[in-house]
């Protein structure tokens, strides 16, 4: 067995996607397993695998109590392995990142059978006996994406070569990775050289690598922002996936690191109209969102220390709660306040924000 | 032995330093190991340590090639035992936090002779096995004060009770430690009940106790900060030692968490006349210090975030490398840019600030 808790590349990673050595090597295709969760909600690591790399994923796996249902045909470790499966991957992500012992049978099977282990918890496979065992016995890996690397550089605020967008959040959970997603896919369609940049767990499966930004120590996340968007050439672009918010008082130290060892020429900056008050925050009494335009303003006065340059050139909104008949007005009332484009990634997709992003 | 990793109490500290458990629980009095440090700046954790708690320090120990003398009776190991020491404290940080191999000798010897390690550095003790063995052998316990508590809470924005004082900088190393212990003394001996909360490796050495804020993982550091300051009495004040600066490229996350976990009342800001461009940007061509009204208006537009009565109460000067003849003319300047009370803690005391910071 290795032990996959360091195999991250300190090395920054050419700016090719073909070319990139695979930092995380997860061995495709994948397993989907969703043990026993609830709601759609705690299984996004896995929908959203399945939405951005669906024919990586050929089949989920699923306890008796499981109530989602991602699509994938339902298959047991012997079915995954003749379905081709390489890698079981944890599609669930309960509060607190603990790995639940009701699931720790079906991963020792896997493990057993050789299937590598993935997972985006904070609990480490590591720290269960039965599944090191089992993956030493059969010589899978088990590989904990939220563990960073090692030797991170501090941050420099150097200049790098290349053109880079973040995207930022008036909350937490806004769309952030979608919309860097969805502005990488419609970068490349239109035959940009481009990369998606991965600062999540859920991200970096999808990628295939990236740094996992709020596991790193403090001191170190300028400098794993700085290397996770190496200087690549003047036509080249890094879209970024955004951490938190700014304006969120558990997280908006991460989100300035992450900023600021970005040094995005461009930002778009990511809402959800339904939100009222911060989430998480609602035993400290609720905190008030701020508005588009006092976000793009602290956020325009923040990265602008480390790139004279930037500028919003979008607001990605996630309309899902919003009435059909409410929409046009919102999307005109926004744009109005920004002065920007307005789009829902889903619905409308991002060609809107990447013809201004483009625009000089 | 006991390795000393995670001795950290989870627990806030009681208010009145006299009933706080000590956490760190650093056994008095010190022999300070200065092993072959060629530069009184790279000493500053050890000169420290006896600035503030000289009646703790009762010898030194330096290896030959040492040029620095902080003024403290030559000892060796057995002449600090006949002195009564019980640790050994290294009060050398140098660059990049390694521990050095010419250390290990008189690391292994003190270790032997039962005086407990404490370090401050990167570097863990815990990876020498010859250090190790000796501790083993005669139940010295190997500290390093940079290995935050585990199980650290995310920060959840909650208002808390008391008064915070915290002091935060335009650069980094200008003072904020400094400034905050002064702070706390001059607010002891006017018998207000106050507690020096440490959020560094020297602070946590002076004060027993604290979180090293750098070394916490990004996600928990307003989590850390909130813990480092519980609710309070009324009247009780927390002086908080700030950390990095909210304009360094390199540690402004760093610097926003701690805001954001400290609710600040009151804000002292420090500041290097002398600085031209921030500490360690050289190669990134220079970053230009923010004027002090433009550090204070950004501080106050995020510290308001989490308390809406956060206002500054002072400018706390390092004048060491200013003419005499341009003294006044500094202050002047600054107390006209600011509205508030300008200090060199060292020459001036910081009577005017906690005056102001008092003051409705």
Chains 1, 2 share one sequence.
């Not at 470790?77 to 990142?97: E, H, N, R």
Request: glycine share 12%.
């Amino acid at each position: 067995m290795s032990l996959a808790k360091n195999n991250w590349d300190l090395e920054p990673p050419p700016i090719q996607s073909e070319a990139r050595p695979t930092v995380v090597s997860l061995k495709s295709p994948y397993l989907l397993f969703f043990g026993d969760v609830q709601d759609y909600g705690h299984a996004k690591t896995g929908l959203g695998l399945i939405q951005w790399r669906s024919e990586l994923c050929v089949g989920q796996l699923r306890l008796p109590e499981c109530r989602v249902d991602a699509g994938l045909p339902d298959l047991d470790v012997a079915g995954a392995l003749s379905a081709g499966a390489q890698s079981m991957v944890i599609g669930v992500a309960p509060g607190g990142g603990a790995i639940p012992q009701s699931w720790v049978e079906s991963l020792v099977l896997a493990a057993r059978a050789g299937l590598d282990i993935v997972s985006g918890m904070h609990a480490r496979l590591s720290d269960f006996p039965e599944i090191v065992e089992a993956a030493r016995k059969s010589g899978a890996r088990l590989i904990d994406v939220r563990t960073p690397p090692k030797n991170l550089p501090i941050g420099s605020g150097k200049k790098r070569s290349g053109k880079r967008l973040l995207t930022v959040g008036t909350d937490c959970a806004v769309g952030k990775k979608y919309a860097a997603l969805a502005i990488e896919k419609e970068m490349r369609a239109r035959g940009l050289n481009v990369d998606f940049r991965a600062t999540g767990q859920t991200g970096i499966m999808i990628a295939g690598s990236g740094v996992p930004i709020d596991s790193v120590v403090s001191d170190f996340v300028s400098g794993a922002a700085e290397m996770l968007s190496p200087s690549a050439p003047d036509e080249h672009w890094d879209v970024i996936e955004g951490q938190g918010s700014l304006s969120h008082p558990s997280f908006a130290g991460v989100s300035l690191g992450l900023l600021h060892g970005s040094q995005p020429d461009a930002l778009v900056l990511c809402h959800d109209p339904s939100r009222t008050i911060l989430l998480g925050t609602e035993d400290a009494g609720g905190f008030e969102l701020l508005s588009l335009s006092e976000s793009i303003e602290q956020c325009l006065g923040l990265a602008r220390r480390v790139n004279s340059n930037a500028r919003f050139v979008g607001v990605s909104l996630n309309t899902s709660g919003v009435e059909e008949t409410k929409r046009a007005a919102l999307y005109e009332r926004f744009a109005r306040e920004t002065g920007l484009p307005v789009a829902d990634p889903i619905r409308d997709g991002v060609g809107s924000i990447v013809d201004f992003a483009l625009s000089e």
